[in-house]
Structures are given as C-alpha cells and as structure tokens.
C-alpha cells in the first residue's frame, strides 16, 4: 500500500498549494455561489462564496493521473493497467458541471434538466460500452457470501448506465453543507480502494487514494465555514467517478452500502416529491415527509447544527465504508 498512500499525499499538497490561488482567483471572476431563498436561513451569509472549487481536487487528479498514464506508455510500469478510463470520467463529467455551474452564475439558471441529463447518459454510455466490449470484458458483479463473480451478460449495459448517471446526481444532491459532499467522497473512495487493493486491482488503488489526498487538500479549504465550494464542477465528476470504480471493481452491488448516505439523500428527495404528488391528487393537499429535502436540510431545520448535521453524516458513511468493506471480503 505504500504507493497509493504515497500518490495520495502527492495529491494532497498538489491541491493545498494551489487552493489559495484557485480561490483568489475565483473571487476575481465573481464566480460566487447563489443561496436558494427558500433554504434555511442560516445559509443566506453564504451566497457568494466562490464555487466551481470541484477544480481544486480535478485538476491535480487529472495531472496524476495523465503523468502515470503516459509514464505507462513510456515503458515504464508505475501502476499497470491503464486507468485512461476513470481520466475521462472525471474530466467529462467536471466538465459538465463547470458548464453548469457558469451558466448559473451568469443569471441562466444552468443547463436545463434534459440537457444536463442527455450528456450525463451519453458520457455513461460511453464509458459502460468501453467496459463492456472490453478488454477486458466487465459483464459480472460480485454477491457477498459466493467466492465467484456472476456474470449478468448484456443487463450490465442498462444497470451500468444507471448507477453512473444515478450516483452522479446523488453526489450533486448531497453537496449541500459545507464538507458534507468532500468527506462522505473521500471516505467512499477510500472503502473502494482497501477493496480494490484486496483484488490485486492496485492501479484503481493507486487512483482510489489520489483522489482521496486531493480530496482531503479540499476539505482544508471547504471546511465550515467553508472559503469555496465544489459546485457541479466537482459533485458531478465525484459521483460517476465512484460508480465507475465500483463498477470496475465487480463490487457496484456494495455501492448503495459504501456510498449509503448519498442513496439516502436521494431517495429523500424522490420521497418528498412522491408523497407531495399523491397527497394532492388523493386528498386534496401537500403533504411532504420531510420539512426540506434533501435531507441534510430537514435536520437543520429540526435544530441541529450544520457541523452537527455533517459530523453525524460523516460518521455513518465511515461505519457505511467499514460494512462494504467487510461485505466484499465475504
């Protein structure tokens, strides 16, 4: 392990050196945040805060990850098998995010739902059949409890799809307090690269942990009260990205375990709009579960803090990556 490690403390200082010159000059070009009015209160003194701060742990990623890869061409074996794959999602799907973020910071509104959602599918479809038709050939998941992989065949295409465009959204749903989003990742990250290490898939170890360090130089600077924000520049690309390690591992069945409390910010928000829909239609009035999805909101508006609401997130992705973990050895 010594040389994932390794990459992800390069990473680290990477990202920490650059964070004050990134953030600097993001205040220079006005990209500041903007605060949804109907949110709790207590986040109006955030608007304006530099966003698109996804750039901060993408860039140095990215870096890494290209030097590795043409060191790999060069005939040189760093980290074996190429990771040229997890490259281009990062960067598709930051990209993505950056456009939308711009888009929303000069007054419009960002990429419209359809737009957004038809690259977000076509980069996934991109990256499944690549998997898919290989080499190698990715059609197989791992089961807790069978020593072997089972092969589903073509249904991986559709279900691959799905997961990478579904945790790409849920990543972006969470990303709504201040290092909510980075920590939950990075611990996600970090369960996938103990799992990854375990199957002797070392070189998605190696990118596992870089982007665990960049994500740790990230959080120095998102942390409450947070001086940047990762907007779709980052929550977009952290999300697929997951998924297409998960996916690559064979272990995306643990995906829901390991990255729970993004699922359960999702399935907050699908739940609210759910209850709002058929509480109008068979009664007659709104009737939401929650006081504000997703569901980070709800607990600040019961009364707990923001770092509360955060802390106690973090620690059930930890005790979420522990359990995946341990699942994948069974």
């Not at 690259?119 to 690549?130: E, K, N, Y």
């Not at 994500?215 to 990205?241: K, V, Y």
């Not at 709104?286 to 955060?310: A, C, N, Y």
């Not at 802390?311 to 973990?325: A, D, N």
């Amino acid at each position: 392990m010594e040389f994932p490690l390794t990459l992800g403390t390069i990473s680290f200082f990477i990202a920490v050196i650059w964070g004050k010159p990134l953030i600097a000059l993001l205040k220079r070009q006005r990209i500041g945040k903007q605060i949804r009015i109907e949110g709790p209160d207590s986040h109006q003194n955030k608007t304006g805060t530099p966003t698109m701060g996804g750039l901060l742990f993408v860039l140095p990623v990215l870096v890494i990850t290209g030097a590795l890869n043409l060191a790999n061409l060069l005939g040189f074996d760093f980290i074996g098998q190429s990771t040229l794959l997890l490259f281009f999602c990062l960067g598709a799907y930051s990209t993505l995010g950056a456009v939308d973020d711009w888009q929303d910071i000069h007054g419009r509104g960002g990429m419209s739902a359809q737009i957004k959602g038809a690259f977000q599918f076509v980069f996934a479809a991109i990256l499944v059949s690549v998997l898919y038709f290989g080499p190698p050939e990715l059609h197989y998941v791992g089961v807790p409890g069978n020593p072997e992989f089972v092969s589903i065949g073509w249904l991986f295409i559709p279900v691959a799809i799905v997961i990478i465009i579904g945790f790409s959204n849920a990543v972006n749903l969470t990303d709504g307090l201040d290092s909510l989003a980075g920590s939950i990742s990075s611990v996600s990250f970090a369960s996938y690269g103990i799992i990854a290490y375990l199957q002797q898939q070392v070189y998605l170890a190696y990118f596992c942990f870089t982007v665990v360090g960049a994500l740790f130089a990230f959080l120095w600077f998102n942390a409450h009260p947070a001086q940047l924000f990762m907007g779709d520049t980052g929550s977009l690309a952290l999300g697929a990205t997951l998924a297409l390690v998960a996916l690559m591992t064979g272990q995306w069945l643990l995906l829901p375990v390991v990255g729970f409390v993004f699922v359960a910010e999702t399935l907050s928000v699908l739940l609210q709009v759910a209850s709002a829909k058929l509480s109008r239609h068979y009664l007659g009035r709104d009737i939401r579960l929650f006081k504000m999805t997703p569901i980070h909101h709800h607990f600040e508006l019961i009364g707990w803090s923001e770092t509360q609401v955060k802390e106690r997130f973090w620690l059930i992705g930890v005790l979420s990556g522990m359990l995946g973990v341990a699942l994948a050895l069974i």
